[in-house]
């Protein structure tokens, strides 16, 4: 059975989170003007973060095919999916199909049954807060490459108030509902 989902109020749930992190339409306004250079670098982006999940056996369980070996259609699908997410996050938008596309990630995550087609079952918590600290990694390290040191800073932190309202909404799955 899957977890009673916050329903109807995800998005006003999202908001809020924003809110909370003291999000505001400027800082919207600096991830959709910096989203160019991210989304130049989508690919890069992606490869680096699914090369780093296969280089420890803990996290490329889950991308290996029945021989053991990674399964190369499966990650390249994977790949796009992270891009499409990344895609989405740059728009610095929560409208209601935003963020329900995003609880459905998380539950794609946190409620995995493993099957051969499936290997590994659910992707554990540290996994998912360690891929956010390496896509905000990944981010301020194109940030300090392209943008003047001021420019770069702001960018870091308009994206990281994003990427942590998105990582909430991605274990909203595993948490129990008091603690949402
Ligand atoms: C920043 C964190 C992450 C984001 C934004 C993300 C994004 C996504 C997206 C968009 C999908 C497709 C969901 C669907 O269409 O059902 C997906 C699927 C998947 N992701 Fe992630 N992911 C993240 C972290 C991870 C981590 C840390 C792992 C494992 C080490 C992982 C493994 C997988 C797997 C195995 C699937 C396929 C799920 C299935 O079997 O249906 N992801 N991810």
Redo the contacts with the bound molecule.
Sequence with gaps: MTTPLPGADMERFLKDALTFVGWSEADATVVRKTAPLVLAREAALTSA?YDH?LSMPD?AR??LAADGTPDRT?IER?KH??A???KETAQAAITQDSAYYLL??GL??SH?ASSP??P?GT?PVR??V???S??QSALAGIFAAELPAADALEASVSWNKL?LV??NA?LLGYLPKAHR
Aim: no cysteine.
């Design positions: 973060l999940f996290s889950f991308f499966r994977r999916s992270l499409k997410w990344l459905m990630i794609s995550h995995r087609d499936r590994g992707i996994m998912m360690g891929a956010m390496l896509t990427l998105h990582l991605l």
